[in-house]
DNA sequence: TAGATTGTTAATCGATTAACAATC
DNA sequence: TAGATTGTTAATCGATTAACAATC
């Protein structure tokens, strides 16, 4: 429980997600175990480096000549990544992206509720798929009463730094953007940009590239 | 013109698009020259490393005493990205997520057409923002005529793995999945996930960790 | 036992940072 | 000119790969 963390590195982190989603496709067709190598070879990585990745996260090591507990490796997974610790969240922006946000319910299963969404439209209040749309003026008191910490941006571009302005005012953390704008925040808010896209550009970068 | 790159690590093209972010801000306010190391307090990067980014990308060298010319940075980062080769892509599964990405207009400014969605139920066939949504059966047809290079995958969980299989079949190298599952495609197929609920997850832990 | 697969130590590779000369 | 800012070469740092002993 030390600060000094025990040296996962972030290259490690970043392919956790990609291990999850395979490790949960095996455990649906019922694998029980599965190698190192089989791992590597489904998403491309070297078989030496998924041992190295799993090493500091797997509560088991591997075992010779098996490999990894599939149903086992999912939850020590998850558990790393934090998806057991309940965080709520709200969205801000309840266009045609944040009520399909709102509406989406994968989220629970990485331990996140969003349980609002907030429109400066009057026009957009009322509910979607059972969650409710507020007026931006109760934005802060529901943060407050309900510890939100994260927010989901999801209004136009032109609306987007003020909105923010108004989340951070709110005493919100951090910030998943969809506005392709550069937002400016205070120190210790973090803001990550979902630019799709700039997603899809990259992808097709990669893919005329290679040809 | 060779096929060795000319020497651009994939971190530095990673960070291109905040570049773009940051910079179209400044433009906007008018800012006409902006200096490497304004640039790395704005974004956290080191005043070095944004000039070694920039140096490869940019048609000018900075200006000693003035810094880098924002209008023309803009355009060389947009031309070095491939935001000026026009690129057709296609939306599969229109549901909420679906239906708000096909309505979305940002994406023109990066090159790309989003030209259609598509859905296996007839009940969704229709049109949205101006843009029509076909059933599944005209996919492969569309594609092939307006040669659609990239898809972006928004169908439920359960259905991921066999529409892709169809979007695979189609003709497409690229693939932007939101949809939360591993998925198995042939060589030369690319995918990108395009996870919320890992995004939002990841965040939050950036959020808490801190502290 | 034999063989497959693991975990770890050392070597390589790539990217970032530090130091400094070049330039308007 | 003096000073701010650039671009580049060398040093550091971190992550990946290679080699190999340990294990069921």
Same mark, same amino acid.
């Given at each position: 429980?030390?600060?000094?963390?025990?040296?996962?590195?972030?290259?490690?982190?970043?392919?956790?997600?990609?291990?999850? /989603?395979?490790?949960?496709?095996?455990?649906?067709?019922?694998?029980?175990?599965?190698?190192?190598?089989?791992?590597?070879?489904?998403?491309?990585?070297?078989?030496?480096?998924?041992?190295?990745?799993?090493?500091?996260?797997?509560?088991?090591?591997?075992?010779?000549?098996?490999?990894?507990?599939? /149903?086992?490796?999912?939850?020590?997974?998850?558990?790393?990544? %934090?998806?057991?610790?309940?965080?709520?969240?709200?969205?801000? %922006?309840?266009?045609?992206?944040? /009520? *399909?946000?709102?509406?989406?319910?994968?989220?629970?299963?990485?331990?996140?509720?969003?349980?609002?969404?907030?429109?400066?439209?009057?026009?957009?209040?009322?509910?979607?798929? %059972?969650?409710?749309?507020?007026?931006?003026?109760?934005?802060?008191?529901?943060?407050?009463?309900?510890?939100?910490?994260?927010?989901?941006?999801?209004?136009?571009?032109?609306?987007?730094?003020?909105?923010?302005?108004?989340?951070?005012? *709110?005493?919100?953390?951090?910030?998943?953007?969809?506005?392709?704008?550069?937002?400016?925040?205070?120190?210790?808010?973090?803001?990550?940009?979902?630019?799709?896209?700039?997603?899809?550009?990259?992808?097709?970068?990669?893919?005329?590239?290679?040809?």
């Amino acid at each position: 429980m030390g600060s000094a963390e025990n040296a996962v590195s972030k290259a490690t982190i970043s392919r956790m997600p990609a291990y999850l /989603r395979y490790l949960k496709g095996e455990a649906g067709k019922g694998v029980a175990y599965v190698s190192s190598s089989a791992i590597a070879a489904a998403l491309g990585f070297s078989a030496v480096g998924v041992r190295k990745d799993l090493a500091p996260v797997s509560s088991q090591p591997g075992k010779p000549r098996f490999g990894f507990e599939v /149903r086992r490796l999912i939850e020590d997974i998850e558990k790393f990544l %934090g998806y057991h610790r309940w965080t709520n969240a709200v969205i801000v %922006g309840a266009g045609g992206l944040g /009520r *399909a946000i709102l509406a989406y319910e994968g989220f629970e299963n990485y331990g996140i509720h969003v349980i609002a969404a907030f429109d400066s439209s009057p026009a957009k209040v009322g509910a979607v798929g %059972g969650k409710p749309i507020y007026p931006m003026e109760r934005l802060k008191d529901i943060v407050v009463r309900n510890s939100v910490r994260v927010a989901i941006l999801t209004v136009p571009r032109s609306a987007a730094q003020e909105a923010c302005d108004e989340i951070v005012q *709110a005493g919100i953390c951090a910030i998943l953007n969809f506005a392709p704008v550069y937002l400016h925040v205070p120190e210790g808010v973090c803001v990550k940009y979902e630019d799709l896209a700039v997603s899809l550009a990259a992808l097709c970068g990669e893919c005329t590239e290679d040809r």
